[in-house]
C-alpha cells in the first residue's frame, strides 16, 4: 500500500448489499475512508420492532468506520457534518440523488458507479432492464457526478455478459465484483491524475426507470421470449406476477420450452410439469410463489396445491 492512498480521504455513500465490495476494495487498498453514508435505520420484523440496518451500514461499523445517516441530504446541519470530514473524493455506489452542494463539496469531486454502459439506461434499474429487453450484454460505467442524473463525464467502462439464463439477481451478484473493481481503478486514477474525461453522447441515451409492483403484471399474449425476459428481468425483485385463483402468484424462474398447445395464460400441470401457454411457446415454471405461501419449486407447489383455474389473470 502506498502513502499516498493513505493520505488521500475518501467519503463513501452506498446502501445495499451491492456496495460492499467497493467499499471493501478502497479500504483492502490502503484507501482513507473518512465516512460512510447511508440510510436511516427503518424498523422491520415481526411487529415491526426489529431496526433493520442498511447492508453498508454493518460492514462499516465492523470495520470502525464513521457512519452518518441523514434524513434530509439537504440539511445544513448534515452539510457542516460532512464538510468537517475533509474529504478529498466521494465515492457513490447505490444511493440517492445527490443535491449540489454535497457532490461538489470535495476537492477532487463525487464520481458514481453505475450498473450500465452509459449512455444506455441511464436511471434507478438499468440490471433489471438490460434482461427484460432481451440484452446479450451490459457492463458499468464510473463517472464524474453533474446536475442532471448519470449525465456526468464518463470515467472508466466495464462491460458484462449476460447468459440466456442470467436473472437480475445473477447479473447484480456478478456486477458488484466487476463494479468493485472498476470502483478501484477509478479512484486510483484520479489520485494519480491518470484519466481521461469522456463526454456522454445524449443522443444515444435510454432509460432504465424505477420498477414499481403494478409494472410487473405478466402479458402472457407476448412471445414466449419476451415472457422470459420479462421474468428473468424481474427476479428476485420485485418479482413478475400474475392472478391465480385470485391470489398473487409471482414466477421467479422458468425456462422456455417447446412450441405452444396451450393459449396465453393457459395452465397446465400434467406430470408434476407447470406449463403456461404464450403467444407462441410454453413457458416452464420453475420457482415460484403463491400469496401467502414461501418460495418453492414448481413441483412442491403442485404436490400441495390444484388450481382451481385453468387460466393465470383470472
Not at 67 to 87: C, D, I, M
Not at 205 to 225: R, S, V, Y
Request: hydrophobic share 40%; aromatic share 8%; with cysteine.
Amino acid at each position: 500500500m502506498s502513502a499516498s492512498k493513505k493520505k488521500l480521504k475518501v467519503v463513501f455513500m452506498g446502501t445495499p448489499e451491492f456496495a460492499i465490495p467497493s467499499l471493501h476494495i478502497l479500504l483492502k487498498n490502503g484507501y482513507h475512508i473518512v465516512g460512510v453514508i447511508t440510510s436511516v435505520d427503518k424498523m422491520g420484523g415481526r411487529g415491526r420492532k426489529q431496526v433493520l440496518q442498511s447492508a453498508i451500514k454493518k460492514f462499516a461499523l465492523e470495520h470502525k468506520l464513521k457512519v452518518l445517516q441523514p434524513r434530509n441530504l439537504k440539511s445544513a446541519k448534515f452539510h457542516e457534518k460532512l464538510a468537517r470530514l475533509e474529504a478529498d473524493l466521494q465515492v457513490v455506489v447505490a444511493f440517492r440523488m445527490l443535491p449540489e452542494v454535497v457532490w461538489s463539496m470535495p476537492r477532487l469531486g463525487t464520481i458514481n458507479l453505475h450498473g450500465s454502459l452509459l449512455p444506455r439506461y441511464r436511471g434507478a434499474a438499468p440490471i433489471n432492464w438490460a434482461i427484460i429487453n432481451g440484452d446479450d450484454k451490459t457492463g458499468l460505467t464510473t463517472f464524474f457526478i453533474q446536475q442532471q442524473i448519470d449525465t456526468g463525464d464518463l470515467l472508466f467502462q466495464e462491460e458484462v455478459m449476460i447468459e440466456p439464463t442470467d436473472t437480475a439477481g445473477d447479473l447484480h451478484d456478478k456486477m458488484k465484483l466487476v463494479g468493485a473493481e472498476l470502483v478501484f481503478k477509478t479512484v486510483d486514477a484520479i489520485e494519480s491524475n491518470e484519466y481521461t474525461l469522456l463526454p456522454q453522447a445524449d443522443e444515444d441515451a435510454t432509460k432504465a426507470p424505477k420498477i414499481f409492483h403494478e409494472m410487473c403484471e405478466i402479458d402472457f399474449k407476448l412471445p414466449g421470449k419476451k415472457v422470459y425476459d420479462f421474468i428473468r428481468g424481474l427476479s428476485p425483485w420485485p418479482g413478475a406476477w400474475s392472478v391465480l385463483d385470485g391470489k398473487l402468484l409471482k414466477i421467479y424462474r422458468c425456462k422456455l420450452s417447446e412450441l405452444s398447445t396451450l393459449e396465453p395464460g393457459q395452465l397446465s400441470t400434467s406430470e408434476g410439469h407447470l406449463l403456461i401457454g404464450t403467444r407462441d411457446q410454453n413457458i416452464h415454471v420453475e420457482e415460484l410463489q403463491m400469496q401467502g405461501r414461501k418460495r418453492m419449486n414448481a413441483k412442491d407447489f403442485l404436490n400441495g396445491y390444484k388450481p382451481k383455474s385453468a387460466f393465470l389473470g383470472s
